[in-house]
Structures are given as structure tokens and as C-alpha cells.
């Protein structure tokens, strides 16, 4: 069982940087495919990004544009998110999310097994 808690969401003007940090408990959290994803009011949840066990990572290109990005640090059983250049459309709850899954990052959150409270991120423009 893991437990995950996101935390560094907050009020934003366009073009400014958050950081989102999510905590996770358990002694396996370095085996762990970590993501993060993201829904807004009515809305899908839908991936943003995501790392695996050997620090690779993957993007939603689209709406991330190079903009976000994601790492981890196993010593301390912490993901980030690290958000430049915030746009109004970023606006959204961020969850952070954990999959047991060898390697393969899923883009789809049906491919993780646990998931945090979220975070609301909220971009004024």
C-alpha cells in the first residue's frame, strides 16, 4: 500500500512557476512508476507527466510544450513537478499518482494503482 499527499498548489499569475512536491510513503517507493495528472471542471483527468525506476521520463507534449518537468528523488520518497510558464489552461486539480509497473510510464489512469488527494492549481491570467 502506498499513501501519496501532494502539496504546492496555489494562486499563480500567467507566466509565473509552482512547484508541486507529492510525498509518498512505503519502502518500495523507488520501484514505483511515478505520474502526475491533472483535471480541470468538467473535464477528464489527463496525464501530464511521468517518471519510472531508471529516472525516464515521458510528457504530454501537447499541453505541456517543454513547460513541466518531473522528477524524483527515491532518498526521500518525493516526486516534483516543476511548472514554468504557467498558461490560464494549466488551471486544474494536480494529482500525483503511483503505478507498479515494471518501467512502462501509462498515460492512462487506469495504469496506476494509487493516487493522492490533489492539489488545485489555479493560473489567473
Known amino acids: 500500500q502506498v499513501q501519496l499527499v501532494e502539496s504546492g498548489g496555489g494562486l499563480v499569475q500567467a507566466g509565473g512557476s509552482l512547484r508541486l512536491s507529492c510525498a509518498a510513503s512505503?519502502?518500495?517507493?523507488?520501484?514505483?512508476?511515478m505520474g502526475w495528472f491533472r483535471q480541470a471542471p468538467g473535464k477528464e483527468r489527463e496525464f501530464v507527466a511521468g517518471?519510472?525506476?531508471?529516472?525516464?521520463?515521458?510528457y504530454d507534449v501537447d499541453s505541456v510544450k517543454g513547460r513541466f518537468t518531473i522528477s524524483r528523488d527515491n532518498a526521500k520518497n518525493m516526486v516534483y513537478l516543476q511548472m514554468n510558464s504557467l498558461e490560464p489552461e494549466d488551471t486544474a486539480v494536480y494529482y500525483c499518482?503511483?503505478?507498479?509497473?515494471?518501467?512502462?510510464?501509462?498515460?492512462?489512469?487506469?495504469?496506476?494503482?494509487?493516487w493522492g488527494q490533489g492539489t488545485q492549481v489555479t493560473v489567473s491570467s
Open positions: 517518471i519510472n525506476r531508471y529516472g525516464g521520463t515521458t
Open positions: 499518482a503511483a503505478s507498479r509497473a515494471y518501467s512502462v510510464i501509462s498515460r492512462g489512469p487506469s495504469g496506476y494503482d494509487y
Open positions: 512505503g519502502r518500495t517507493f523507488s520501484t514505483y512508476v
